[in-house]
């Protein structure tokens, strides 16, 4: 109990370093000139591929294919992710086509898109009472499953000649800096596995990392090429009422479908908290290897930061609420 309370303080930090590196972006960017000091741009490529050749070391094959038995859970849970989501944003296309406001839902459609988040997933499904096996192996395979489907979707809507994209550039980058990492990690796991958990924390924090510095950079660019003025606070309100008008619908949506498939108390909450997490991490990574126009990437990264944080601190309340529902029948029964 006292272990999970720490963890989640610690993503209330990583929330507010979060905000601290918008701040930083607007008070100090990080200029061109600097780079001859420090090359930023390059550090975070090394450290995106890092980033997914440690998550490849972290998976653990064994435990994994013991839990594919449960494939009903895990069919509905990456349905939500990547079906569900981004129906939900489609029927909007039509009207946001050929209009100011298309980049906007192209935003919305990008998070719509990505992958499930992992780390708080686990540790909300494990407050929460969930099953905790079957969210590790969700929240692993949405990871892999997004590595294809993230820029499958979008490369429906992001085209080659309006944002002077080059695809076997895309492809090369998503190769090197994602797939390329999981196999090798996937690979040295049998001989790094113990080196990893033991260092687990440090390489969860390597992660915060390089989303903190991912995001100073986007917003160094955004406010020193003064991408803002084009974000109205009109804009900024159907991002955020659309991102969190999505969470609900999923959620509900998932234990709507739980509920007919006659699913177990544990298996419920991992199918509505796994199912309606969207991934920083992912959805920072892949707005640098999409081929997403320099000035329209902090866009992209307005949805996803505004779901993340409110996803961290909406389901952390709910985690604890259906802890307690879950304590009391035991007192009781005592």
């Not at 991408?227 to 509900?252: D, K, M, N, R």
């Amino acid at each position: 109990m006292k272990l999970n309370k720490v963890k989640l303080n610690r993503q209330n930090i990583f929330l507010i370093l979060l905000i601290v590196m918008v701040a930083a972006g607007k008070l100090i960017p990080f200029r061109e000139a600097y780079s001859h000091y420090f090359n930023l741009a390059g550090f975070i490529d090394w450290g995106i591929a890092a980033i997914f050749l440690l998550y490849g070391l972290k998976l653990n094959i064994k435990e994994i294919i013991r839990d594919i038995s449960n494939w009903k859970l895990h069919l509905l849970v990456q349905l939500g992710t990547f079906v569900i989501f981004p129906l939900l944003v489609l029927p909007f296309y039509g009207l946001a086509k050929d209009t100011e406001y298309f980049v906007t839902w192209l935003s919305v459609f990008f998070l719509a898109s990505l992958p499930s988040t992992v780390s708080s997933s686990v540790v909300m499904v494990s407050i929460a009472k969930g099953n905790v096996t079957s969210a590790i192996f969700n929240a692993s395979v949405s990871g892999i499953i997004g590595i294809v489907m993230t820029p499958l979707l979008m490369s429906f809507f992001i085209q080659p000649g309006q944002e002077d994209v080059d695809n076997a550039e895309i492809i090369q980058q998503l190769l090197l800096k994602v797939l390329l990492p999981i196999i090798l990690g996937i690979i040295l796991n049998p001989l790094f596995k113990h080196l990893v958990a033991r260092y687990s924390k440090l390489i969860a924090e390597f992660d915060k990392l390089i989303i903190l510095l991912i995001v100073y950079e986007s917003f160094s660019k955004a406010f020193t090429e003064n991408v803002f003025a084009s974000v109205e606070p009109g804009v900024f309100l159907i991002i955020a009422g659309s991102v969190t008008g999505l969470f609900f619908l999923v959620y509900h949506i998932l234990r709507y479908l739980a509920g007919k498939l006659d699913f177990k108390r544990e298996d419920v909450i991992t199918a509505t908290f796994c199912g309606s997490k969207k991934s920083l991490v992912h959805g920072s990574l892949f707005v640098m290897v999409l081929g997403i126009a320099e000035d329209q990437k902090v866009l992209f990264l307005l949805p996803v930061m505004i779901y993340h944080s409110f996803q961290l601190f909406y389901v952390s309340w709910l985690a604890n609420r259906l802890e307690k529902k879950a304590v009391v029948p035991r007192a009781s029964a005592m």
